[in-house]
């Protein structure tokens, strides 16, 4: 079997970067993903008529680079500023549209769920139900106790030990409501974030709520069926939004990681080989701008190897 040059496990907003990063020096690089679309924690959900961000909400960005891809992503429609809050940016049509931006022309393979990874004579061998692919150098970016698992057989998995991420469960729901907030935050309560998804720019017209609850909560009622987290926290939700009208649509949306709550400290770690590399928005934080960081450090790193 020939072997890829660089394959890159994950098409998150980590992984994307990291591809078109090297894609722009001229170093072609294989995606997997297990998604059916691409984006990872940057999500969109469509339904008949609406549409929710069931993910990521928006981004702030920090550094003055990654407020450039914005603005650039800006000027070519894949993404807007909110109305209220301007320095801060979403994708178009939704999330996924940044994903999507980044993404152009990059060769993505979707629906593979790499189950392991091996180190051979000549490289690294992935392989997955039904299928497999040999490559000289390896990029990893799923979030990091997924992460761990396809590791095992590598020097980095100790590394990653200190890593913590949290779950977050959310809510996506269809009314009509009294509220005229557009975003409710309390850190402190069981739903910890509501955002009305419909306000944001290019979203479809009917009242579109997403709603996340705290780490504790999602914790205690993370292995409860969707169905139930999705009552639990309606029932919380519409006192908050005085609903006047029964949900067009409810669904509820389990992230067993959504949120780095204790980070690695550095940007990417390679093994000993120099051949591995490993990344996410966990290396750093818990933003995307932080999932960006870590792609472009990850590209360099290739780069230099
Ligand atoms: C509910 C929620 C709200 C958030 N809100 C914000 C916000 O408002 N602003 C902000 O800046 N950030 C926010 N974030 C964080 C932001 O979404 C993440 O920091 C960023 O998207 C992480 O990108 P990533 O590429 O590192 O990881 P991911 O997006 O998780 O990408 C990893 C990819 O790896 C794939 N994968 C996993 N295992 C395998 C495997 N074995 N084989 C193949 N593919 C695999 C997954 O399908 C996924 O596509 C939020 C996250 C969540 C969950």
């Not at 807007?80 to 980044?102: C, H, N, Q, W």
């Not at 669904?251 to 709550?261: I, K």
Request: hydrophobic letters at 40%; a negative charge.
């Amino acid at each position: 079997m020939s072997s890829a040059p660089v394959i890159i496990i994950g098409a998150g907003l980590t992984g994307l970067t990291c591809a078109r990063h090297l894609a722009d020096r001229g170093v072609d690089s294989i995606l997997l993903d297990k998604g059916r679309g691409i984006g990872g924690r940057l999500s969109t959900r469509r339904g008949d008529g609406v549409q929710f961000d069931h993910g990521a909400q928006y981004i702030t960005p920090d550094s003055s680079a990654f407020r450039a891809l914005l603005e650039q992503a800006e000027r070519e429609g894949a993404a807007a500023r909110l109305a209220d809050k301007p320095e801060s940016f979403v994708g178009l049509p939704g999330m996924t549209g940044l994903a999507k931006f980044i993404g152009r022309g990059l060769d993505i393979r979707q629906n593979i769920r790499v189950q392991t990874l091996r180190r051979s004579n000549t490289g690294w061998g992935l392989s997955w139900d039904g299928g497999g692919l040999a490559a000289n150098r390896v990029v990893m970016t799923v979030p990091v106790p997924q992460a761990i698992d396809l590791l095992v057989e590598t020097s980095l998995s100790r590394a990653l030990d200190q890593v913590r991420m949290d779950p977050c469960l959310t809510l996506m729901v269809a009314a009509e409501a009294e509220a005229t907030f557009n975003m409710f935050r309390d850190p402190d309560a069981d739903i910890a974030w509501i955002a009305r998804d419909s306000s944001k720019p290019g979203r479809p017209g009917t009242p579109c709520w997403v709603a996340q609850a705290s780490a504790d909560f999602s914790r205690r009622h993370l292995e409860s069926s969707q169905e139930e987290i999705a009552e639990i926290m309606l029932q919380r939700v519409a006192a908050k939004l005085g609903l006047t009208s029964q949900p067009t649509y409810l669904s509820a949306h389990r992230w067993r990681y959504a949120l780095t709550a204790h980070p690695l400290g550095q940007s990417h770690l390679q093994d000993d080989t120099g051949t591995l590399f490993v990344g996410g928005d966990w290396c750093l934080g818990a933003s995307a701008e932080d999932a960006w960081q870590s792609g472009c450090a990850l590209a360099d790193a290739v780069l230099a190897g």
